[in-house]
């Protein structure tokens, strides 16, 4: 891999206050910033759980979340200690090597303390293999060296004859190199050269293998080429457009990767046929990290004192608020739902929730300001008479004496109506009841 390269995290956004976007429905646009941190970042590594590792020029390491509610809460920090040039990251063993002036150093996500450290010339790239062994450039020699467990393994590429400046080991076992000779040097996996490509057009700058056999590079003036690996013939090539400076490379998805720009740009391409998809423009930094899940996208930029973690992401329904922080993405009379009962907040949009802090209450049918779920908080009992809500005593009649239909006696499950006003209950059957309900002063029985 190249100097600046990320490890590519599938994600779910949830990032409630970012999400506004011009465009049409369907458009990748920008929602926003997610964080700034300090530091000219040099890319990052994917931890697993919605956490990434920022590394920066300086050798601070900066474990941050990316996703869900806490997205740009800082986990916990590190310490590298030496001037950071090039990053590649072993999952399987939780650990990140950074190249720096002095050889390589290599940094354990579990015991967050660096392990174990490689002397050599400046290492301006780097990349893991897949038994875990190190593969590191060296700028003096202009050639990558094996490494295992920080022991050389005597393994070797050729050298480039001007510089090397990136290196790739693919999933087929093949070590790329590129150089500021303007070309790509093919390896087997013990460094013997099988041959060199010169499509470059100047310094290659990054290099991805994928699982489907091609071999992607892009170039300091800005070219995109793309290799089969069963015979180096080129797939397909192109100058992206706008043009410019080409810094990094990321594996998007099955049908997807990403060109990283050095001003701003992230070019969305169709790894099969390199037709582009969309560009997005945003800021003028450089692009070290891109991180993907379907259509949204939280990109890395880097600038000369700070990086900037960015959400770029669709707007399905058109109603610009970007999918990874609409709460309804496919409605666009509601875009947020505070309480999370799946009632949206807008009172004009569809299925509008009457209560939008409430999560147990959404309708209030006859506009009284009480909930119609009779399981939820100060529920309406009579959710189709404005007059009444309550019911003390559970007998169907409300506690409002004077609303239709209301308890005379709220307290008394026997009675509730007294025609004639006396105190005494129409009901003959409950207590103290009236037996003449039509007759008031202070007839209450039948001497007759």
């Not at 510089?163 to 390896?187: A, N, Y």
Request: charged share 20%.
């Amino acid at each position: 891999m190249a100097s600046r390269s990320c490890s590519i995290l599938l994600v779910a956004l949830m990032l409630g206050s970012l999400g506004t976007v011009s465009g049409a429905a369907g458009d990748i646009g920008y929602s926003g910033e997610i964080s700034t941190i300090p530091g000219s970042s040099i890319g990052w590594a994917d931890l697993g759980n919605g956490q990434t590792a920022i590394v920066n020029e300086s050798g601070n390491l900066t474990v941050i979340e990316v996703l869900g509610q806490n997205a740009g809460n800082v986990v916990w920090t590190g310490i590298i200690n030496v001037s950071v040039l090039s990053l590649d990251h072993n999952p399987t063993d939780g650990l990140i090597a950074v190249g720096h002036n002095q050889g390589a150093a290599i940094y354990s996500t579990v015991f967050e303390s660096v392990i174990y450290s490689i002397s050599s010339g400046p290492v301006d790239a780097l990349s893991f293999d897949a038994e875990g062994d190190l593969w590191i450039t060296n700028r003096l020699d202009k050639r990558a060296s094996e490494y295992s467990n920080g022991v050389s393994t005597g393994a070797m590429t050729t050298a480039h004859s001007i510089g090397i400046t990136s290196i790739e080991v693919t999933p087929q076992g093949h070590i790329i190199t590129g150089g500021r000779d303007r070309t790509l040097r093919v390896h087997q996996g013990d460094g013997s050269h099988t041959g060199t490509l010169t499509e470059p057009n100047s310094e290659v700058t990054d290099i991805m293998g994928d699982s489907n056999g091609l071999v992607h590079a892009i170039t300091k003036d800005g070219l995109y080429l793309a290799y089969n690996s069963s015979d180096w013939n080129i797939s397909h090539s192109m100058t992206p457009s706008p043009p410019g400076e080409l810094v990094s490379l990321h594996d998007i998805d099955a049908e997807r990767i990403a060109l990283g720009g050095a001003v701003g740009l992230v070019h969305l391409m169709n790894r099969s046929n390199g037709i582009t998809e969309q560009t997005l423009n945003q800021g003028n930094g450089e692009v070290v990290g891109i991180l993907g899940e379907g259509d949204a996208l939280v990109v890395l930029m880097s600038f000369a004192s700070s990086s900037d973690i960015m959400l770029f992401d669709i707007d399905t329904d058109g109603d610009g608020v970007v999918d990874s922080v609409d709460a309804f993405p496919l409605d666009s009379t509601q875009t947020t739902d505070r309480d999370g009962d799946g009632y949206g907040d807008s009172v004009n949009g569809n299925n509008s929730d009457r209560f939008p802090d409430d999560s147990t209450q959404w309708v209030d049918q006859d506009n009284d300001g009480y909930g119609d779920n009779p399981n939820g908080t100060n529920p309406d009992l009579f959710p189709q008479n404005s007059d009444q809500h309550k019911d003390t005593d559970g007998d169907g009649y409300g506690d409002a004496s004077y609303g239709q239909d209301g308890d005379k006696y709220p307290t008394d499950a026997t009675q509730w109506a007294d025609r004639d006003g006396d105190g005494y209950g129409d009901n003959l059957e409950g207590n103290s009841p009236d037996a003449c309900p039509d007759m008031g002063g202070q007839s209450s029985e039948d001497r007759l």
